[in-house]
């Protein structure tokens, strides 16, 4: 089972909204991350959380917050958004934390901005 | 991010043709991955290289890590219209640990 699973499928919110984007995955993976997809354009990493600890945040704007509960949860907090937000937010999870590794996305949740 | 260089940017094709493209770098890197990405769907794996030289099929597709550990080739043989897509090279780097890059997509279309 190579499955991560992604919570809303579809979310459409105001500028003053908050909402949260939530990701699951069972395999015993370790790292999780979150990525930011434009149309025909390659995943843009945002946070990488390495055995529940956040490693990595490629410098993302505070109004996106993330969370990893415990190892199989990751959330994405989002709060005061703006239109150019608005893209496909992509769930993924790798094995290992070092190494030679591998990565398996989810479904994405497609994210509109008003 | 550092982004890898992908090509061909497009492909159109005709069923039955065989597929070739490939991702390079300026860094040597540890992995190569290969996606297939669906429109408003998240990316597939298709296939994983570790080693260079590796050479990895998957059904209809082939992949190889390349000897200078600095390019990826991913070939599909006979083509068919559920190839059409967007493929997504990917590679981590020696010594970052979990932090992996990605080529700029080159987009299939298969005219039956």
């Known amino acids: 089972d190579t499955e991560v699973t992604q919570t809303p499928k579809h979310l459409v919110m105001g500028m003053t909204n908050k909402k949260s984007l939530k990701c699951e995955q069972h395999m015993g993976h370790r790292a999780m991350y979150w990525y930011k997809q434009k149309a025909k354009k390659p995943p843009e990493l945002m946070f990488v959380y390495s055995y529940e600890k956040l490693s990595i945040n490629e410098s993302v704007p505070s109004r996106f917050s993330p969370e990893c509960p415990n190892s199989s949860l990751l959330n994405l907090h989002l709060h005061a958004l703006q239109p150019e937000d608005s893209a496909l937010y992509l769930c993924?999870?790798?094995?290992?934390?070092?190494?030679?590794?591998?990565?398996?996305f989810g479904p994405g949740t497609r994210l509109t901005v008003l | 991010g550092q982004q890898l260089n992908q090509s061909p940017q497009s492909m159109f094709i005709q069923e039955g043709e065989d597929v070739s493209m490939n991702c390079t770098s300026s860094s040597i890197f540890n992995t190569w991955l290969w996606y297939k990405q669906d429109p408003g769907e998240g990316p597939v794996l298709l296939i994983a290289?570790?080693?260079?030289?590796e050479l990895t099929s998957n059904g209809r597709l082939t992949a190889q890590f390349g000897i200078t550990r600095k390019d990826s080739f991913l070939n599909i043989s006979a083509s068919i219209p559920s190839d059409v897509g967007i493929y997504f090279c990917a590679g981590e780097p020696t010594n970052t640990g979990n932090q992996f890059y990605f080529g700029t997509g080159t987009s299939l279309t298969v005219i039956p």
């Open positions: 993924a999870s790798s094995p290992t934390s070092g190494g030679p590794d591998t990565q398996y």
């Open positions: 290289l570790y080693k260079a030289g």
